[in-house]
């Protein structure tokens, strides 16, 4: 049984920082992307960030830049995501996802690219 745990959301002010974690059970996690998604309340779930499954390839949507890293622990089975600089605007909750293909190049940004889904991590950033 596939399982995305993931952990770290919570309240921080604008400005702030969080860390968030994603760990991944009953799969082999070395060999698949892992991709962070948002929903914001009353928005459509929306792509955040994705890594490669090597980490070596990492790409990001155009509102997170530069703020966000993400970043993967194979050996641990986890993937994180930092968020720096918080703005009110990325209050939302955040999933993690692993890729439905394996030991593919490239980054993946659809949702439909994914197969396993966490359950979410709320994060809340107050101005």
């Known amino acids: 049984q596939v399982q995305l745990i993931e952990s770290g959301g919570g309240v921080a002010q604008a400005g702030g920082s969080l860390r968030l974690s994603c760990a991944v059970s009953?799969?082999?996690?070395?060999?698949?992307?892992m991709g962070w998604f948002r929903q914001a309340p009353g928005k459509e779930r929306e792509f955040v960030a994705d890594?490669?499954?090597?980490?070596?390839?990492?790409d990001y949507a155009d509102s997170v830049k530069g703020r966000f890293t993400i970043s993967r622990d194979n050996a641990k089975n986890t993937g994180y995501l930092q968020l720096i600089s918080l703005k009110p605007e990325d209050t939302a909750v955040y999933y993690c996802?692993?890729?439905?293909?394996?030991?593919?190049?490239?980054?993946?940004?659809?949702?439909?690219?994914?197969?396993?889904w966490g359950q979410g991590t709320q994060v809340t950033v107050s101005s």
């Open positions: 996802a692993t890729s439905r293909t394996a030991l593919r190049s490239g980054n993946f940004f659809r949702e439909d690219d994914y197969n396993y």
């Open positions: 890594i490669s499954f090597n980490g070596r390839s990492t």
């Open positions: 009953g799969r082999t996690f070395s060999i698949y992307n």
